[in-house]
């Protein structure tokens, strides 16, 4: 079946410009989460969502970080005025169950000039 | 201190060699923990899940002792295929379930 799909695979940006990423997870799959992992790094946790609802946002480094997931099924992260900081690869991941084994999709590399 | 913590590496190892991941992690409220790959510039898969009995598949041990906070990995044998980063996964439970990452282990194999 199919596995958690993320778009764009790259986006490239000028710093202050709004992006949106994309998840679609498996299907089925109740849990998702949204994690940032920069060069040499382990992926670093953003926020998760149980259903529609947002169970733990606290990774969200501040508030121009926001996610929606409206239909319990894809979800958006969506970044307002971008800045060079927020470069890194943006993954999603989908679980079966809460706390359970986690899928990932490709990442999104978010480059801001 | 960070809330998951890895041996830094790089591990550099012969084929054939066994070799040891530790990680430790500093909340006790701690439910779940995992063992995760990933290849250069790839997504992170899961490896293993790791049970407070200990757990094996194939070459690969993976123990939790809850009391010591400590997780491990051992891959008995190693592949050439086995050169990747390992990465140790915490999930805390939050209300929701929050899963923290360690920094990850880079694990190359020479021939």
């Known amino acids: 079946g199919a596995g958690v799909s993320q778009t764009p695979s790259n986006k490239v940006t000028e710093k202050g410009k709004y992006v949106e990423l994309r998840c679609d997870p498996i299907s089925g799959h109740t849990a998702l989460y949204w994690y940032r992992q920069s060069l040499g790094q382990g992926p670093e946790f953003l926020i998760y969502?149980?259903?529609?609802?947002?169970?733990?946002d606290s990774g969200l480094p501040n508030d121009r970080f926001f996610a929606v997931r409206p239909e319990g099924s894809v979800s958006t992260l969506k970044i307002q005025r971008t800045e060079r900081g927020d470069s890194a690869v943006y993954l999603c991941?989908?679980?079966?169950?809460?706390?359970?084994?986690?899928?990932f999709g490709p990442g999104t590399r978010l480059t801001v000039l | 201190r960070k809330e998951v913590e890895q041996d830094p590496g790089p591990f550099n190892v012969p084929e054939g060699a066994t070799v040891a991941f530790n990680c430790t992690y500093s909340n006790s409220a701690s439910q779940s923990f995992f063992w995760y790959r990933q290849d250069c510039r790839k997504e992170p898969k899961l490896l293993m899940s790791v049970y407070s009995s200990g757990n094996e598949d194939g070459r690969f041990t993976a123990q939790l002792n809850r009391a010591s906070q400590y997780i491990s990995l051992l891959i008995r044998d190693s592949k050439l295929s086995d050169s990747a980063t390992y990465l140790c996964v915490v999930n805390l439970y939050t209300g929701g379930f929050k899963t923290i990452f360690g920094a990850g282990t880079r694990l190359f194999v020479k021939a």
């Open positions: 991941a989908s679980a079966e169950t809460p706390g359970g084994e986690q899928f």
């Open positions: 969502f149980q259903g529609t609802g947002a169970a733990d």
